[in-house]
T-cell receptor, first 112, second 114 residues
């Protein structure tokens, strides 16, 4: 166990659904990240939060909406997704931005 | 823009062999370099982190080196075992707007054959 948990582990949703991914870290870290991992593509950084403030939005479409209510929790709200958004979504945390990252197990998302 | 390349993309070796995985990056202004392994369909497990001021780090059968000037890092695995089969990724944070922007490599898929 890395100290980073993600729920749900698997999610199937239609293009008109609204769902949320949750990440929680028990490491006392100050930075949290969302990554997208598609087949045969490098891991793509989506969002970075430092001390609950968003410091990076890597040109992510607005159908993905992050929320960081405190330094231990990170959400990714999903709405009107496309089939090409199907991927493994990984959450990570680190003490500070750029420090050693610890990853959660990921949420496997399928958009029908 | 930082680009991180890993060669080879895939590697298959017999059990017991020593092997080297490579990671190259284009911008040497890095904060550190981290090596991960990823098992199929799962999250990433941190293996080693080398600070920009260090030249190598060791953990058990793993040894990672860093040469910032040439933009290269290697991960050496000694006496490989079937349990080492996984995809290995390197990640490079570099300063960006007061924070660190992390770029991941494309990964090397390793298969160790019993």
């Amino acid at each position: 166990e890395t100290g980073v948990t993600q729920t749900p582990r698997h999610l199937v949703m239609g293009m008109t659904n609204k769902k949320s991914l949750k990440c929680e870290q028990h490491l006392g870290h100050n930075a949290m990240y969302w990554y997208k991992q598609s087949a045969k593509k490098p891991l793509e950084l989506m969002f970075v939060y430092n001390f609950k403030e968003q410091t990076e939005n890597n040109s992510v479409p607005s159908r993905f909406s992050p929320e960081c209510p405190n330094s231990s929790h990170l959400f990714l709200h999903l709405h009107t997704l496309q089939p090409e958004d199907s991927a493994l979504y990984l959450c990570a945390s680190s003490q500070g931005s750029g420090d050693e990252q610890f990853f959660g197990p990921g949420t496997r998302l399928t958009v029908l | 823009k930082q680009e991180v390349t890993q060669i080879p993309a895939a590697l298959s070796v017999p059990e017991g062999e020593n092997l080297v995985l490579n990671c190259s990056f284009t911008d040497s202004a890095i904060y550190n370099l981290q090596w991960f392994r990823q098992d199929p369909g799962k999250g990433l497990t941190s293996l080693l982190l080398i600070q920009s001021s260090q030249r190598e780090q060791t953990s058990g059968r793993l040894n990672a080196s860093l040469d910032k000037s040439s933009g290269r890092s290697t991960l050496y695995i000694a006496a490989s075992q079937p349990g080492d089969s996984a995809t290995y990724l390197c990640a490079v944070p570099r300063p960006s707007g007061g924070y660190q922007k992390v770029t991941f490599g494309t990964g090397t898929k390793l298969q160790v054959i019993p």
